[in-house]
């Protein structure tokens, strides 16, 4: 069966590892055949940072849907046919495991004579939108920018500050979605392109540029989200739970209506 949600699926979040994973391979296979015979698509693998603070604390720069709880060690009781015996143990330090950083993707579309890279293609991830990642991951984005590199970014997540190049505040009324497409032109400095991506609606189709000779190529967002969703097999989503963060009433009360249109119950 299809999402039962027209465009972005906002429950994909809970999943988004394996949901970013696939946008980013879909993308290059997308992308591929619209391209000029000496340029090249790939997607490139890096790690989310975890960065050392004044007094050897480690800030954890990315966040995952993982919830470690644990309690305090507390005695224990044994019992025998003639007496109740207690045994109390010191107490230990409890530390936990070092989780490894979380592996990101994405899309690059380089010159293949002189490995040029020519256009960067970023679905965001919780991962970038937190802390001192947030701050490393515009900084790169700085970086590409300046570098006259192209710069997409496609963020289908509402978890984690705003975080695409532009400044919100920059960003029309009217395109202020709760997710947000950008594209940045290495030949356009003066502004960039805003692409509106509602909850309610079908995600677009975007120009990806090239270089400044080159046609732009298209990609469908909306296709690719259909084909993470079919191929990772989310029609046993659990929709009826708790409330979604970071919709407004009217929005929360559409998907609900949605939902109920789609025979689901949903709880708000």
């Given at each position: 069966m299809p999402s039962p949600f027209p465009g972005m699926d906002p429950f994909l979040e809970d999943h988004w590892g394996d949901v970013h994973t696939s946008l980013t391979t879909y993308a290059r296979d997308q992308i591929r055949p619209q391209l000029p015979p000496d340029l090249r698509v790939r997607v490139e693998e890096y790690v989310g940072l975890e960065i050392e603070v004044d007094g050897g604390d480690s800030d954890e720069t990315r966040q995952k849907p993982d919830v470690l709880i644990s309690e305090p060690w507390s005695p224990f009781t044994a019992t025998t046919s003639?007496?109740?015996?207690?045994?109390?143990?010191?107490?230990?330090?409890?530390?936990?495991?070092?989780?490894?950083?979380?592996?990101?993707?994405?899309?690059?579309?380089?010159?293949?004579?002189?490995?040029?890279?020519?256009?960067?293609?970023?679905?965001?991830?919780?991962?970038?939108?937190?802390?001192?990642?947030?701050?490393?991951?515009?900084?790169?984005?700085?970086?590409?920018?300046?570098?006259?590199?192209?710069?997409v970014e496609i963020d289908l997540v509402l978890a984690g500050g705003w975080t695409i190049f532009p400044a919100e505040r920059d960003v029309p009324a009217s395109h202020a979605t709760p997710y947000r497409i950008i594209v940045v032109r290495a030949s356009r400095d003066w502004g960039f392109e805003c692409y509106p991506a509602p909850i309610r609606g079908r995600l677009p189709r975007i120009r990806v540029p090239l270089r400044p000779d080159d046609p732009d190529v298209v990609l469908d967002v909306q296709a690719l989200i259909d084909q993470a969703w079919q191929n990772g097999g989310y029609g046993d989503i659990d929709y009826a739970r708790s409330p979604l963060p970071g919709f407004e009433d009217s929005d929360r009360q559409w998907i609900r209506e949605r939902l109920a249109q789609q025979g689901i119950a949903r709880i708000l």
């Amino acid at each position: 069966m299809p999402s039962p949600f027209p465009g972005m699926d906002p429950f994909l979040e809970d999943h988004w590892g394996d949901v970013h994973t696939s946008l980013t391979t879909y993308a290059r296979d997308q992308i591929r055949p619209q391209l000029p015979p000496d340029l090249r698509v790939r997607v490139e693998e890096y790690v989310g940072l975890e960065i050392e603070v004044d007094g050897g604390d480690s800030d954890e720069t990315r966040q995952k849907p993982d919830v470690l709880i644990s309690e305090p060690w507390s005695p224990f009781t044994a019992t025998t046919s003639s007496a109740v015996m207690e045994a109390v143990s010191d107490e230990p330090l409890v530390v936990a495991y070092p989780r490894e950083p979380e592996t990101l993707r994405r899309v690059l579309i380089h010159d293949r004579r002189g490995d040029v890279l020519i256009t960067a293609i970023e679905f965001l991830s919780p991962g970038n939108k937190y802390g001192q990642a947030r701050d490393h991951f515009r900084k790169k984005q700085r970086d590409l920018v300046a570098g006259g590199v192209n710069l997409v970014e496609i963020d289908l997540v509402l978890a984690g500050g705003w975080t695409i190049f532009p400044a919100e505040r920059d960003v029309p009324a009217s395109h202020a979605t709760p997710y947000r497409i950008i594209v940045v032109r290495a030949s356009r400095d003066w502004g960039f392109e805003c692409y509106p991506a509602p909850i309610r609606g079908r995600l677009p189709r975007i120009r990806v540029p090239l270089r400044p000779d080159d046609p732009d190529v298209v990609l469908d967002v909306q296709a690719l989200i259909d084909q993470a969703w079919q191929n990772g097999g989310y029609g046993d989503i659990d929709y009826a739970r708790s409330p979604l963060p970071g919709f407004e009433d009217s929005d929360r009360q559409w998907i609900r209506e949605r939902l109920a249109q789609q025979g689901i119950a949903r709880i708000l």
